[in-house]
C-alpha cells in the first residue's frame, strides 16, 4: 500500500496495535520521504514550493493526516509513542525537505542538466550546443607591466615590489627630498598621518632594495603610487609606475642610456628614438627626462605630442651619493642609475588611448579590445 493511502487509515485500520509497530509505520514514512526528496524527475516542472508542501502543509498534507487519522485517534496506550514518532518525523521533515528542495534546483541547473546533476538515468543530449564561460582577458595596464618586465628580466634585472603605504622617510627624506620640495606639500601627496603617506612614486623601493640587497644590484620596481590629483585625461589619484635601478662598480651615464634605448625599441619597435633632456631631481645627479618620438605621427606632429613630435614618458639620472650612502651603499665604491617611468602613459601611446580614466573605469567595452 502507497503511503498516501495509509495517511488516510486509522492505526486500527492498518492493525498496528503495539509501540514497535507504531515504529515501523513511522520508518516506513520516513524512507517515502527520504526517497520522494531525491527524485528531481517528479519535482523538476513543478511549483518550487511543491515538495515541502506536499509533506507540511497545514491541510491535506502527509504530516496533517498522520496527524488527524493516526495521532488524534490513537488508543490510549499507543499516544505518547506517536506522539513522539509524530514529533520526531516533522522535525525531520522540516530540517530536510528545504535543503532537498535547493539540491533540485541545483541539478535543474543547465550544467547539471547536461549529464553532472542528480539526473543520471536520462542520457546528456550531445547535440544541444555547450555551456562556455566567457574567461575575460588581461587588463591592458597588466599587460604592459608583463611586457616591460619581460624586456628586464630577459636583461638580468630582478623584480622587486615595495609598500603602497609608504612612510615619510622612505619616500621623501631617504631620497634626499627636503621638507621645503614642493611635491611634500598637502596639495600633492595624500597623508594617512603625519609620518606615513600612500606613496608618490616607487622610487622608496630603491632604498630598501638597496637596505635589503646592498651591491652590486639590477631590479625594476613595478607597482601603484597615489598623488593629490584631480582625475583628467592625463591624471588620476592612482596611477602605475615602474622603477628600475642599477647599482654596480664603473656604472656610467651611457649605461643608462644603453639599457632605455634598448628598451624603448623592444617595447615600441626598431623605428623609435629617445631623447634625453637634462632634468632635477633631488635622488639623481645628473637627471633628465626621457622623451620618446611620437609614435601615433611618427614624430611629424599631432595632438597626442602636442604638434612636437616627442612625449616625454620618464625621469632618469646618476642615483645622488647621498641617496647610495642612505641606502646603506659606498658611493666612492659604486654608481648607480635610475629611472621612473609611467606605466599608464606608455599604456597609452602604445595602444593610442587618449583618456587614461578608460583603464580604471571597469567598461567592458573598453576591457575586452585588449
Ligand atoms: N620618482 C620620479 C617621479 O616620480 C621619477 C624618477 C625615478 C626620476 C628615478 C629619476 C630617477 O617623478
Redesign the pocket.
Known sequence: MAIDDKVVKTLGELHVTDAAGVQALFAEVRVAMETESKDCERWRNQPPNALRNRWLARHNSILAQIDEHWRKTAPKELVPIVGREFNALKKEANDKLDVAIAEIKKAESPWARSGTGADRTQAPDLTLPGYCRSLGSIHPITRVQREMEDIFLGLGFAIETGPEVETVYYNFDALNIPESHPSRDDWDTLYVDAQTVLR????PVQIRAMEKYGAPLYIVIPGK?YRNDKPDASHSPMFH?M?GLAVDVDITFADLKGTLDFFAKQFFGESVRLSFRPSF?P??EP?GEVYVSCSICDGQGCSVCKQSGWIEV????MVHPQVLRNGGIDPDRYAGW???LGIDRFAMIKYGIDDIQLFFQSDLRFLSQF
Open positions: 608618490t612614486h616607487t622610487s603610487c609606475q622603477e631631481f635622488f639623481t637627471s620618464m625621469g632618469c639620472g635610475a629611472f621612473g
